[in-house]
């Protein structure tokens, strides 16, 4: 097993979506497998686990990247790979034709190869080699040869254009005169450099093991909750009236979001009375639980008798009034990270897919609940895009553990209902051009990489959020959101390195000023560099 391979995730979320439209999955299977698809996703992208290569190709590759950043060579870096038919050899010139703005130009020992890829491609005789040097940025060199591809004598005899150039040797034995590295302008760097990093990475990618187990327990002990909540739903109007005058729903929600899933299944369990002929005295015990239940309620304030007077009184005020009224009142805009949670979409057409389309870049786990689903729709839950089809009247079980509901609907009185039933349930509620019945807004958004922002008129003029989004998204730099990205992962290095916050508020500042000079377009090494010099400077005190 590779760690960090992710090739398996595209094939279950095949098998799970066949599974799906061949109408064999229920409620259990979809909330296991959209579970596991989501966690998948969370540790891929919160933790290392995939980032850090120990393959010396991809580490070759990035290495050809960062010197084309470094030397502002965006459309033109000139890159000359000798080996190109061999197995590591084929590896680099897939990854290499896939990057934008380089010409290749790969040597081989056989004949009658065609030059393809759209003229990025230039194929050559090994015996040619030296001819095509000069004219290089970067040398790759992964042959099987016992003897050297280039020699340092040779070479200077054949570098004429003064500028710089790296030498990547990938090959053993060694393909690249060593030596190579003393010519002028030309730095070398060998399979032993690759390796030693290979190490290193693989060293990450085994700490990013265990902080993927940490997520990885987290979201079962949440998937088995949901699970124990979900086979307890059809006895919740039972529960309630058991607990009538009490603010039961919020306190079951509460202890869910608080307990771990054996604490809750085992609450679960003692309000359900055990109910079987084969547990004698499960009366007198369902009423020992109701009583401890009521007395939590009573003795604390949160559920006890201020909290039921306020419920009351809000129902008294929802029989005359809206469910949650927004009017004349801005939106707070809090920052949630969605990802693995349950959201329930109303509605299955071109508004329904538009919310659809702008959510799951996030990584929810969606629903679409409606007896008639679009085209549009379908195509997502087809392409693995993590989205759960039911085709059918929505159902008050299938609120239970959403953590979020969009009523897109054009049947109001649906969307009145859930909305009703969600501010009883406790859970957000977006309805679609019925602000009243709303207790979040779905604002416009602008999203590059990590960088989101999200506009909202508190429902008064959607074509006035429209015209924010588009006035807002061009005065946002292009590469703000990998640089944002790089940043982010420099922080750590800083937060590591400096003790005090006034230094480290001065070097991200100072580290950020430098992006804004380069009209943020420096790449991560180049990144590295300044960040070096600025720690540096700080542990000193010169900043």
Known sequence: MVVGEDEILGQVREAYLRSCSLGKTGYELNEVFQGALACAKKIKTQTDISKASVSIATLASAEVFHFQTAESKKDGLEVLLIGGSGRMGSSLLKNLLGRTGIHVTATRRSHGLSETEGGKLEIVDYRERYLYLDRADVILSATESPHYTLTAGEAAKRLCTRKNRLFLDIAVPADIDPEMGELPGCRLVSIDDFERLARENNRRKLQAVKDAQEILDAELDEMYKSLAFHKAAGKMEEFRARFEGYSFDKLLYYLRD???????????????????????????????????????????????????????????????????????????????????????????????????RKLLPFGPRLVCISPVIGEEILCMAKEGEGVELCQRKAREADLEGAFFVIAATDEKDVNGWAAELCRRKGILINAVDDRKNCTFLFPALICDGPVTVGISTGGNSPAAAAYLRKKLGEAIPEGMGETTEQLGRLRETVLNRLCGQSDRETCLKELFAYCEEKEFQAGQEELEVQLEELLEKCEGGAV
Do not use: T
């Not at 909290?307 to 929802?318: H, I, L, P, V, Y």
């Not at 949670?341 to 071109?350: D, F, M, S, Y």
């Open 258 to 356: 608080h307990l771990d899933a054996p604490a809750f299944e085992s609450l679960l369990g003692a309000l359900d009375g055990e109910k079987s002929s084969s547990h004698a005295g499960w009366e007198e015990r369902a009423g020992e639980n109701d009583a401890a239940v009521k007395r939590v309620m009573q003795e604390e304030g949160e559920w006890g008798q201020e909290e039921r007077e306020r419920n009351r009184d809000e129902r008294e005020r929802s029989r005359g009034e809206s469910v949650c009224s927004m009017e004349g009142k801005g939106a707070f805009p809090f920052y949630m990270d969605i990802a693995g949670k349950r959201g329930v979409i109303l509605g299955g057409g071109k508004v329904a897919a538009r919310k659809i």
